[in-house]
């Protein structure tokens, strides 16, 4: 019996690592595939419940495993969202993309962040500008002695071109932001404005606005 007991013990042991060596070895299954109008099953189920994590993309949050119209406008919404021609079907591209960002981890966000409570500390030859973001972001600030010009995006998660000079800006993403400002001269007016940046790639930009250094 207890010959017995241990073959056993050892033929569980050793199917516990076969097991978890198989699935180290074997390659990560797509979350999502690719699906389209009168599609049904798990794999449709699975792209509804990823929509429905936003409600912006997909306001009924429906999750029955048919791909109807609701799920179509779903997905041309997510296409929209993410810059990929609106075809209303998870082709190659769309499949990709949301696979990417189900292995990020970051969700389907889309929102860019808010920044609040700007300040500005000064002393002859640096400025500190410090804010709040309403997610975890990147803070970016642009200065110069001119007018800082910023161009619109022409797509989605494009990054706008900002006129001026780019500080030493922060490289990981934060609630609170602090970037100073280093060899400005004395006594001059500067222009600035901040830029926040989540992790799903979405930016924010303030307005412009001025500091000037102490004498």
């Given amino acids: 019996m207890k010959n017995i007991t241990r073959i056993s ?3 569980s042991a050793a199917l516990f690592t076969f097991l978890f060596v198989s699935s180290v070895i074997a ?17 449709v189920s699975a792209l509804q419940q990823f929509l429905a994590t936003n409600s912006m993309i997909y ?15 779903a997905v041309v919404q997510f296409q929209a969202a993410y810059g990929i021609p609106q075809v209303g079907q ?12 189900i292995s990020s981890g970051f969700g389907l966000d889309i929102t860019a962040p808010t920044m609040i409570n700007a300040s500005v500390q ?5 400025a500190t500008i410090s804010w709040q973001t309403s997610t975890l972001a990147r803070g970016q600030v642009y200065y110069d002695t ?4 910023s161009d619109e995006t022409t797509g989605p998660f494009q990054v706008a071109f900002v006129s001026g000079v ?28 901040t ?21």
Avoid at 27 to 43: E, I, T
Avoid at 59 to 73: D, H, R
Avoid at 146 to 149: D, E, K, N, S, T
């Fill in 166 to 193: 780019s500080a030493t800006n922060n490289t990981d993403v934060r609630n609170t932001q602090t970037v100073t400002i280093q060899g400005l001269q004395p006594n001059t007016l500067y222009y600035y404005l």
């Fill in 9 to 11: 013990f050892l033929s």
């Fill in 27 to 43: 390659p990560k299954a797509l979350a999502v595939g690719q699906s389209s109008m009168g599609s049904n099953g798990s794999n």
């Fill in 122 to 126: 000064t002393t002859r030859t640096t």
């Fill in 195 to 215: 830029r926040a940046i989540d992790n799903s790639g979405n930016i924010s930009i303030s307005p412009q606005n001025t500091f000037v250094t102490q004498p």
């Fill in 146 to 149: 001119a007018p800082i010009r």
């Fill in 90 to 101: 998870v082709g190659p591209v769309t499949q990709a993309k949301i696979n990417d960002i």
């Fill in 59 to 73: 306001p009924a949050g429906i999750v029955s495993g048919y791909y109807g119209p609701l799920t179509q406008a």
